[in-house]
């Protein structure tokens, strides 16, 4: 099982999400360490190569950006409400700086 690399400040976001939608997103990421898919989600190239988003249906509707590709870890990117129907630019370009603050961290 990969362990989980939370980026930013991810983790309090999620921990932040309604109870029954944090349970529900933290089912999925538990997915996701086990090598699974999560059960509702949707690559998200506008981001980067490899990340993805979970999309949880529970008490409105709630996000996970996440890249599971590396082989050391699953590295949640960004976690939000999702509050209209495009996935909001300030969201998408926090995701991507975290996502580069991760590959130059990797070199």
Excluded at 32 to 44: R, Y
Excluded at 85 to 102: G, I, M, N, V
């Amino acid at each position: 099982m990969k362990p989980i690399h939370w980026l930013g400040d991810s983790r309090r976001a999620i921990g932040a999400f309604p109870s029954a939608a944090r349970q529900a997103a933290g089912y999925q990421l538990f997915r996701v360490q086990s090598g699974l898919e999560p059960h509702d989600w949707k690559p998200m190239q506008s981001v980067g190569a490899g990340v993805r988003e979970i999309r949880v249906h529970v008490d409105g509707e709630w996000r996970v950006l996440y890249l599971a590709t590396r082989p050391e870890a699953v590295y949640v990117l960004h976690a939000f409400r999702k509050k209209s129907r495009r996935t909001p630019a300030p969201d998408l370009a926090l995701a991507r700086e975290r996502l580069k603050q991760l590959e130059a961290g990797r070199r």
